[in-house]
């Protein structure tokens, strides 16, 4: 049973960097649970000596040749950004104020 | 308005013969677009089309041989088009202009066919109605009061009400096979790991492969054979060759061994129509001569699980960039981590939240090892048991959803039922598994989608299985 509790969830939001209103907090309180319950079933499964797949394919590490290509153009790229300054992203001080 | 020829083969065959042009049929299929009433486009790309369809038949009065030349087709956008719009169905993706095209993108513009434009979609490809779009539902052509199934509803809508002559989906859990399924085409999710996902916004990345959608199987046989083959640019592709995907479209099921599991007909909720559908389906294979063996996949009832573990918690991490800094919506806060709080707030709808909640607290501590880590030795055993129940036959034949298209708004309040409609199609994706829907009739004047499944790497007989059944199929008169 780990039917999941407000706290929980807002404390999960604030990791996933979500805002969430009360109403939407409630809500998915009870949503969750459900889910969660359903996804509990598989404690009930043995998988001792089971290796975990991460992904189906036969390859990994997959290289290519490290050769220089030309980078999108900037103009292109900035185009798309909410603050831009000079040919930088403009961000807030990423520490937060004590 | 002139109506678009049925299938993308006669459409090739018509320009061949000049009875029509790629221009006229990007014309047709623009002013179909515009007038769809299903909101299956988010949108229409009307000069990029006829520029598109100029191009193509200059190459065409050149004798240029490439069967999608001068063909009109739709993109989910989620599907990155560059200098057109592209919106995953999200309002934090709000004005969001991609500088490069997605590798499936550049290969058809290479083949020469010609993009219409953007269709709908469940936000982020999340969602199994097409209910969670930020830019509204979509509605089934058949009966509009019904959705289209999702996530890539708006690409099954566009080839099923005839604005176009294919499409492109993604499948995470079943996200083209059941739109295609409850609107009547054919939608395809091929060998995870076929088809490059450079410049497909990510979903959940170890399930998710784009595919297509068409009128008939050799349509999307077709496509694939554009979409195929290794791009550099994408790390998690398999050097493997397409072979002739078309080689045995004509070659009838006679001989082959068709593997019926148990538990994808012993399901609470299928509706004795559909069962019944694909029951006589399965029969006129056999009458066809294939032979049909009882097989039996275990861990099927884990498959919802797993995904609805895997799935989320892939996405968490995926959606992670959008923080309101390089695109897309922002809203400013009072520092940095208050302004990615409040844009993701405002930018992602409720089932998107729901499932990056969920996905982060199956990673967290504490619950990692019972959650995520758990779900991926499951995910183990499943593909365990697909490979060898293939050991012993050529393909599987199943429903591709327990129902027909319902109500718009009948599941909306309850995820988990929502989330149920995908449990013959999802054990498909953890597996990495090629899999196929075609109509197999009708049932309360709704279609009915048989899905056929095949091994690793063996879209051709996938394609060969499904269109062997596709001229038996009963030829019932849909609701529209």
Same mark, same amino acid.
């Not at chain 1, 499964?45 to 992904?55: E, F, G, K, L, R």
């Not at chain 2, 190459?59 to 069967?67: F, H, I, T, Y």
């Given at each position: 049973?780990?039917?999941?509790?407000?706290?929980?969830?807002?404390?999960?939001?604030?990791?996933?960097?979500?805002?969430?209103?009360?109403?939407?907090?409630?809500?998915?309180?009870?949503?969750?649970?459900?889910?969660?319950?359903?996804?509990?079933?598989?404690?009930?499964?043995?998988?001792?000596?089971?290796?975990?797949?991460?992904?189906?394919?036969?390859?990994?590490?997959?290289?290519?040749?490290?050769?220089?290509?030309?980078?999108?153009?900037?103009?292109?790229?900035?185009?798309?950004?909410?603050?831009?300054?000079?040919?930088?992203?403009?961000?807030?001080?990423?520490?937060?104020?004590? | 308005?002139?109506?678009?020829?049925?299938?993308?083969?006669?459409?090739?065959?018509?320009?061949?013969?000049?009875?029509?042009?790629?221009?006229?049929?990007?014309?047709?299929?623009?002013?179909?677009?515009?007038?769809?009433?299903?909101?299956?486009?988010?949108?229409?790309?009307?000069?990029?089309?006829?520029?598109?369809?100029?191009?193509?038949?200059?190459?065409?009065?050149?004798?240029?041989?490439?069967?999608?030349?001068?063909?009109?087709?739709?993109?989910?956008?989620?599907?990155?088009?560059?200098?057109?719009?592209?919106?995953?169905?999200?309002?934090?993706?709000?004005?969001?202009?991609?500088?490069?095209?997605?590798?499936?993108?550049?290969?058809?513009?290479?083949?020469?066919?010609?993009?219409?434009?953007?269709?709908?979609?469940?936000?982020?490809?999340?969602?199994?109605?097409? =209910?969670?779009?930020?830019?509204?539902?979509?509605?089934?052509?058949?009966?509009?009061?019904?959705?289209?199934?999702?996530?890539?509803?708006?690409?099954?809508?566009?080839?099923?009400?005839?604005?176009?002559?294919?499409?492109?989906?993604?499948?995470?859990?079943?996200?083209?096979?059941?739109?295609?399924?409850?609107?009547?085409?054919?939608?395809?999710?091929?060998?995870?790991?076929?088809?490059?996902?450079?410049?497909?916004?990510?979903?959940?990345?170890?399930?998710?492969?784009?595919?297509?959608?068409?009128?008939?199987?050799?349509?999307?046989?077709?496509?694939?054979?554009?979409?195929?083959?290794?791009?550099?640019?994408?790390?998690?592709?398999?050097?493997?060759?397409?072979?002739?995907?078309?080689?045995?479209?004509?070659?009838?099921?006679?001989?082959?061994?068709?593997?019926?599991?148990?538990?994808?007909?012993?399901?609470?909720?299928?509706?004795?129509?559909?069962?019944?559908?694909?029951? =006589?389906?399965?029969?006129?294979? =056999?009458?066809?001569?294939?032979?049909?063996?009882?097989?039996?996949?275990?861990?099927?009832?884990?498959?919802?699980?797993?995904?609805?573990?895997?799935?989320?918690?892939?996405?968490?991490?995926?959606?992670?960039?959008?923080?309101?800094?390089?695109?897309?919506?922002?809203?400013?806060?009072?520092?940095?981590?208050?302004?990615?709080?409040?844009?993701?707030?405002?930018?992602?709808?409720?089932?998107?939240?729901?499932?990056?909640?969920?996905?982060?607290?199956?990673?967290?501590?504490?619950?990692?090892?019972?959650?995520?880590?758990?779900?991926?030795?499951?995910?183990?055993?499943?593909?365990?048991?697909?490979?060898?129940?293939?050991?012993?036959?050529?393909?599987?034949?199943?429903?591709?959803?327990?129902?027909?298209?319902?109500?718009?708004?009948?599941?909306?309040?309850?995820?988990?039922?929502?989330?149920?409609?995908?449990?013959?199609?999802?054990?498909?994706?953890?597996?990495?598994?090629?899999?196929?829907?075609?109509?197999?009739?009708?049932?309360?004047?709704?279609?009915?989608?048989?899905?056929?499944?095949?091994?690793?790497?063996?879209?051709?007989?996938?394609?060969?299985?499904?269109?062997?059944?596709?001229?038996?199929?009963?030829?019932?008169?849909?609701?529209?």
């Amino acid at each position: 049973m780990s039917t999941i509790d407000r706290a929980t969830v807002e404390k999960v939001a604030g990791l996933a960097r979500i805002a969430l209103t009360e109403a939407e907090v409630a809500r998915f309180t009870d949503q969750l649970s459900v889910v969660l319950d359903a996804v509990d079933r598989l404690r009930a499964v043995d998988t001792s000596d089971v290796p975990p797949t991460a992904s189906i394919l036969p390859t990994f590490d997959v290289m290519r040749a490290d050769e220089p290509e030309p980078s999108l153009p900037l103009e292109d790229v900035f185009r798309n950004a909410p603050l831009r300054e000079g040919d930088l992203f403009r961000v807030q001080t990423p520490l937060e104020e004590r | 308005m002139n109506a678009l020829p049925r299938t993308v083969s006669e459409a090739a065959a018509a320009l061949r013969r000049r009875q029509t042009s790629a221009v006229e049929l990007a014309e047709a299929a623009v002013a179909k677009a515009q007038g769809d009433r299903y909101n299956a486009w988010i949108h229409v790309a009307g000069d990029h089309a006829v520029a598109q369809a100029r191009a193509a038949d200059e190459r065409l009065a050149r004798g240029d041989g490439s069967p999608l030349l001068g063909i009109p087709w739709a993109c989910k956008d989620i599907i990155g088009t560059k200098g057109i719009e592209t919106t995953a169905g999200s309002r934090i993706l709000d004005g969001y202009v991609p500088p490069y095209s997605a590798t499936v993108v550049e290969r058809l513009d290479e083949a020469g066919a010609v993009m219409i434009g953007k269709t709908n979609l469940d936000e982020f490809a999340m969602g199994s109605s097409n =209910e969670n779009s930020a830019f509204g539902p979509v509605k089934n052509p058949h009966d509009a009061a019904r959705v289209p199934g999702g996530s890539s509803g708006g690409s099954a809508v566009a080839v099923a009400a005839g604005e176009t002559l294919f499409a492109l989906g993604t499948d995470t859990g079943g996200s083209i096979r059941q739109p295609a399924a409850l609107t009547g085409v054919v939608g395809m999710k091929p060998t995870y790991g076929r088809v490059s996902r450079y410049g497909v916004v990510a979903f959940a990345s170890s399930l998710d492969q784009v595919g297509p959608f068409a009128t008939d199987v050799e349509g999307c046989a077709i496509v694939c054979e554009a979409l195929f083959g290794k791009d550099p640019r994408d790390a998690t592709m398999v050097e493997r060759p397409t072979g002739d995907l078309r080689a045995g479209l004509r070659r009838g099921v006679r001989g082959l061994r068709l593997g019926l599991p148990r538990e994808y007909f012993e399901v609470k909720g299928m509706e004795p129509g559909v069962e019944r559908r694909v029951r =006589e389906a399965i029969r006129a294979l =056999e009458r066809d001569g294939a032979e049909l063996v009882d097989v039996s996949l275990p861990s099927t009832d884990h498959g919802l699980a797993v995904y609805y573990l895997i799935q989320p918690a892939e996405a968490s991490a995926n959606l992670a960039r959008y923080d309101g800094v390089r695109y897309g919506l922002r809203v400013e806060g009072r520092d940095l981590v208050d302004t990615y709080r409040r844009t993701r707030g405002a930018g992602f709808g409720a089932e998107v939240k729901r499932r990056l909640i969920l996905g982060t607290y199956a990673l967290s501590a504490g619950y990692y090892d019972a959650y995520y880590a758990k779900a991926q030795k499951v995910r183990t055993l499943i593909k365990k048991e697909f490979e060898d129940v293939f050991s012993r036959v050529d393909a599987l034949v199943t429903p591709t959803s327990s129902t027909v298209a319902f109500p718009i708004g009948a599941k909306t309040n309850d995820p988990l039922a929502m989330y149920l409609n995908d449990v013959f199609t999802l054990p498909v994706n953890i597996a990495g598994l090629p899999g196929l829907s075609l109509p197999c009739g009708v049932s309360e004047g709704l279609p009915v989608g048989l899905q056929v499944i095949a091994n690793y790497y063996d879209e051709a007989m996938l394609f060969r299985v499904a269109a062997a059944y596709e001229p038996l199929a009963p030829k019932e008169a849909l609701a529209a």
